[in-house]
T-cell receptor
Framework: SAVISQKPSRDICQRGTSLTIQCQVD?????MFWYRQQPGQSLTLIAT?????????ESGFVIDKFPISRPNLTFSTLTVSNMSPEDSSIYLC??????????????FGEGSRLTVL | QKEVEQDPGPLSVPEGAIVSLNCTYS??????FMWYRQYSRKGPELLMY????GNKEDGRFTAQVDKSSKYISLFIRDSQPSDSATYLC???????????FGAGTRLFVKA
C-alpha cells in the first residue's frame, strides 16, 4: 500500500483568493489523481496528473481553475484558483493500487478540507 | 440518471446487527467492483474488491456482485461501533483507471 500525505489538512479562505494543496507519496507512481468530495455527493475526479506531461482534466474542470503540477514521480500540487463558496469541499489526492492490475483500486490521502467564505 | 446510485442513509443499527449496503449501476461495462470505508475526517480506504460477478468474504464482510441485475451489496455481520463510517461503492471498467463512485452511505452502529 502507498502512504499519501496531503497539506494543508484544512483551511479557511476568502473569496477570490487561491490555495495550493500538496500531495506527497512514499513511493514512485506514474499516475496521481485529484478528486473532489462535496457534501452528499460522489467523489468526482478532477484530473489525472502525469509526470512530464500536462494533466488530463475531466469534463467540467479546466486548467485555469485547477492548475496542477507534477514535478516528479512522488509529488503533485493542485491549486484552486479565484475561489468562491461553491469551491468549499474536500480535495483528495489518490494513486492507483500496487497490485499490478488495472482495476481501479485506489489509495487516498486524508484529504484537504477547504472552506471558502 | 447517475452511473452509480447509492442510498445516502444515514443507516442506524444496534451493535451486533447484520448490515446490508447496496448500490445499483447502469454501465454494463463495469468489471471491477469495490467498497471503500471512510471514517470522519479521513480519506477513503479500500475495504473489499471483487472482479465480475460472485461473492467475496473477508472476516465479517461479504461483498456480492450481480451483474445481471447491475446490483452490488456489502454485508457486515456482527456490526461493531467501530464500523460506524461512510461506505462508498465504486466500480470501473476493464483496464480502467476511471473509477466511478457512489455518493456513500453513512452507517452508525450503536453500542
Amino acid at each position: 500500500s502507498a502512504v499519501i500525505s496531503q497539506k494543508p489538512s484544512r483551511d479557511i479562505c476568502q473569496r477570490g483568493t487561491s490555495l495550493t494543496i500538496q500531495c506527497q507519496v512514499d513511493s514512485q507512481v506514474t499516475m496521481m489523481f485529484w478528486y473532489r468530495q462535496q457534501p452528499g455527493q460522489s467523489l468526482t475526479l478532477i484530473a489525472t496528473a502525469n509526470q512530464g506531461s500536462e494533466a488530463t482534466y475531466e469534463s467540467g474542470f479546466v486548467i485555469d481553475k485547477f492548475p496542477i503540477s507534477r514535478p516528479n514521480l512522488t509529488f503533485s500540487t493542485l491549486t484552486v484558483s479565484n475561489m468562491s463558496p461553491e469551491d468549499s469541499s474536500i480535495y483528495l489526492c489518490s494513486v492507483p493500487g500496487t497490485s499490478g492490475r488495472d482495476t481501479g483500486e485506489l489509495f487516498f490521502g486524508e484529504g484537504s478540507r477547504l472552506t471558502v467564505l | 440518471q447517475k452511473e452509480v446510485e447509492q442510498d445516502p442513509g444515514p443507516l442506524s443499527v444496534p451493535e451486533g446487527a447484520i448490515v446490508s449496503l447496496n448500490c445499483t449501476y447502469s454501465n454494463s461495462a463495469f468489471q471491477y467492483f469495490m467498497w471503500y470505508r471512510q471514517y470522519s475526517r479521513k480519506g477513503p480506504e479500500l475495504l473489499m474488491y471483487t472482479y465480475s460477478s460472485g461473492n467475496k468474504e473477508d472476516g465479517r464482510f461479504t461483498a456480492q456482485v450481480d451483474k445481471s441485475s447491475k446490483y452490488i451489496s456489502l454485508f457486515i455481520r456482527d456490526s461493531q461501533p467501530s464500523d460506524s463510517a461512510t461506505y462508498l461503492c465504486a466500480m470501473s471498467d476493464t483496464g480502467g483507471f476511471k473509477t466511478i463512485f457512489g455518493a456513500g452511505t453513512r452507517l452508525f452502529v450503536k453500542a
